[in-house]
């Protein structure tokens, strides 16, 4: 058996649809525009690539403006989203999510691109069926008293969904 760390990496851009999104894409927009100057002194560069090219330092952006979009988290309840099983359920808890911010023009919203990373709890990989990963999550698993017997899930990868970290267990 193995035990597999998911990630999703969940984009945000003008295309995205939902309300949440465009909560943190909006704030996060807002955010950048006042941290920029901070690296930006003279107020020379518009892009995001543009002043991290100019300025190293401005990597600290990823946090500074994550800080600000932190809050939308607790609205998740806990769990990845967008990533269900097969049955359409979400499983997977949030262990760590990290923000980043892809790319953007400070004079234009409609290039703001950001993304969280959510990385989840472990889980155990029992194997695979089709295109289907079957794991369960040992943390909340039902029947742990009984040594062959899990609550499993499963669920495809797919497009900006991996398995970040693996462990073989003995």
Request: glycine share 8%; hydrophobic share 40%.
């Amino acid at each position: 058996m193995r035990q597999i760390r998911i990630r999703y990496r969940k984009i945000m851009n003008s295309d995205s649809e939902g309300g949440w999104e465009k909560l943190v894409r909006g704030d996060s927009f807002a955010e950048l525009k006042m941290q920029f100057q901070r690296f930006n002194p003279e107020g020379r560069y518009f892009t995001f690539g543009a002043l991290l090219g100019a300025n190293p330092e401005a990597e600290q952006l990823h946090f500074l403006v994550g800080g600000s979009v932190l809050g939308y988290l607790e609205q998740l309840r806990g769990m990845i989203p967008d990533v269900a099983d097969n049955l359409g359920h979400r499983f997977m808890r949030i262990a760590d999510c990290r923000f980043e911010i892809i790319r953007s023009d400070i004079r234009d919203i409609a290039t703001h691109e950001v993304a969280f990373n959510f990385y989840s709890t472990p889980l155990l990989w029992h194997g695979t069926a089709g295109s289907l990963l079957i794991v369960s999550d040992p943390r909340t698993d039902d029947n742990h008293d009984q040594q062959d017997a899990f609550d499993t899930y499963s669920f495809e990868l797919r497009r900006h969904v991996s398995i970040d970290k693996l462990r073989e267990l003995r």
